[in-house]
């Protein structure tokens, strides 16, 4: 806190009323989804009305229900207000996300009392934006029952009252990053209509994403691009959510992914030149491949999805040269083997790779199974006596993984049945699979900001392959994850932790990868742009953002 922040000091009847701005949400300079809130009246909190008001929460009902603190729409999506993780771990001081500290920096209670309360503030913390105490003491246990309504407007206030004291502390702040400020708009707009789309409420919702669409710009800054695909998701869902007393969404009439084929592969394409996710997962695959083939003449690789079908099969290339260079002698065939649907690709793929390593001097044989992963039977995959295989498996696995886990299950166990010297696992870290929708769609939320804050450091903000990366490639998983349910829902990230737990219940043991160091000098030849991090994280390796880990690469045996 610097001292020109003191050269305007409030009064003490400004602090009381910003004061009561914080705390009952009363402040006619903030808006929410573009309508002026009306002043609570305060001066009759001791009557029904004060106990209708579902802005103060009250540890008593905790009690008596021993219910955690969360927010439950009728979909029971857990409120992501509950936890202050999401909205203030950005590394980025200029991102919005920081904006929201005051709202989330500590376990501050409003507590509900039915007579008059006893209201302790501090107020030379209130000029300094942390730690503002305010507390209520309550006078009895027996409080009505709080109905579902109550637990929205409990937090929607709640956002309401840390806006209003961040915005007593902003007017007396040097006008600075006004982009911050609309980030921390768009954040707000974007968690309110996805709780009006978890909570059914059409006309809300409809009126969030026509104010959404009028500032999440695609060509704006890092947090607005990133929000037109949140945007987009939401939409779509919404297209699908059924009336109020009705189940579940309705089954869509059209693939919601309607991006033609040839973009998609060139948004993969410029994916793998520009961003180092996939490039990160190649590198480690290739160095413990020719670490389980090193003084072995049979060999056998089984590439689960080829990369989602990259063309000119860039990562065999790489394998390729540095088994003509380290294991010409040994070597006497090398075969892969592609498992999918993109048979074109493979037909395309697979011939390229035999003319390369007819260059190279290695005999190579390529084939494949057309079939996609859950309907897989392990007499697909052709394995001789002699032969060491290994299974390749990039940003594949999360596509099989389901409510029930029986398809996984199903995946690893004719993995498992193979007996591979080595099973590589590349995925996204990052958990979008749980079982609600507001927690998957702020951990979604999260995940991507820092993806479009690497890409806003690494391309221009008018550049066409920036635009293609964004809106053909993560605005598909993006949307997938938002509006998709049930087997259309494909992209179920989920963090290394779990992936820990899932391989180790089908028979598979860890093992660890050794290569932090060379993995940091290949990320330094690559010299993209500062912000790209690499650890090891219990045997994994993660590559990360400013810390916010996004793509985990770990080994397994049988």
């Not at 909570?199 to 009028?214: G, I, P, Q, Y």
Request: with cysteine; net charge neutral; charged share 20%.
């Amino acid at each position: 806190m610097t001292s020109r922040f003191f050269t305007r000091p409030l009064y003490s009847g400004q602090r009381l009323n910003h004061l009561k701005a914080g705390v009952h949400g009363v402040d006619s300079r903030i808006k929410l989804c573009g309508t002026k809130r009306k002043t609570d009246e305060a001066s009759h909190m001791d009557t029904p009305n004060f106990l209708g008001n579902p802005m103060y929460e009250q540890d008593d009902v905790q009690a008596h229900t021993n219910t955690k603190d969360t927010t439950v729409c009728q979909d029971h999506s857990i409120s992501p207000f509950s936890t202050q993780c999401y909205l203030s771990v950005i590394d980025n001081p200029s991102s919005p996300w920081n904006l929201f500290s005051l709202s989330s920096c500590g376990p501050k209670r409003m507590k509900r009392t039915v007579s008059m309360p006893q209201t302790t503030v501090d107020t030379s913390s209130l000029l300094d934006g942390v730690n503002v105490n305010i507390r209520r003491t309550s006078s009895t246990n027996s409080l009505p029952k709080l109905r579902f309504r109550d637990h929205v407007m409990t937090y929607t206030q709640r956002y309401l009252a840390a806006e209003a004291i961040e915005d007593a502390i902003l007017e007396n702040r040097p006008t600075k990053n006004e982009g911050n400020v609309d980030g921390m708009h768009l954040v707000q707009l974007l968690i309110s209509c996805a709780e009006a789309v978890a909570c059914r409420d059409k006309a809300h919702a409809t009126n969030l994403l026509a104010e959404l669409r009028a500032n999440a710009l695609v060509f704006g800054s890092s947090f607005q691009r990133v929000a037109s695909c949140f945007m987009q998701g939401l939409t779509d869902r919404l297209a699908l959510v059924q009336p109020l007393g009705a189940l579940g969404l309705v089954a869509p009439t059209t693939n919601l992914s309607s991006i033609g084929s040839e973009k998609k592969e060139e948004a993969l394409r410029l994916v793998y030149e520009v961003c180092p996710h996939i490039q990160f997962g190649h590198f480690v695959a290739n160095l413990t491949i020719l670490e389980a083939f090193e003084g072995e003449s049979f060999v056998h690789v089984v590439d689960l999805g080829m990369t989602l079908g990259l063309p000119h099969g860039q990562q065999w290339r790489g394998l390729l040269d540095s088994l003509a260079n380290h294991h010409g002698q040994s070597l006497r065939r090398l075969r892969i083997t592609a498992v999918g649907t993109c048979v074109n690709r493979f037909h395309v793929i697979g011939d390229e790779l035999e003319v390369y390593a007819q260059k190279l001097g290695i005999n190579m044989e390529f084939s494949y199974v057309e079939s996609s992963l859950e309907k897989l039977k392990p007499e697909d995959i052709k394995t001789y006596e002699n032969e060491v295989l290994v299974v390749n498996s990039i940003l594949q696995l999360h596509c099989v993984v389901k409510e029930s886990r029986g398809a996984l299950n199903s995946v690893l166990k004719i993995i498992h049945e193979l007996s591979p010297k080595v099973l590589v696992l590349v995925e996204q870290d990052s958990s979008h699979n749980g079982p609600f929708f507001l927690g998957r769609f702020m951990e979604a939320l999260y995940y991507y900001s820092a993806i479009f804050d690497a890409l806003d450091a690494m391309l221009p903000k008018y550049d066409t392959r920036r635009a293609k990366i964004e809106q053909f490639y993560f605005a598909e998983e993006i949307k997938n994850i938002v509006s998709c349910e049930g087997p259309n829902r494909v992209e179920r990230h989920e963090r290394v932790d779990q992936w820990r737990r899932r391989m180790s219940r089908a028979g598979f043991q860890a093992a660890p990868v050794k290569l932090v160091a060379q993995a940091k000098q290949w990320l330094a030849k690559l010299e993209i742009c500062e912000g790209y991090t690499i650890v090891e994280e219990k045997g994994s390796l993660v590559l990360g953002w400013k810390s916010k880990p996004i793509v985990a690469a770990s080994c397994w045996k049988c």
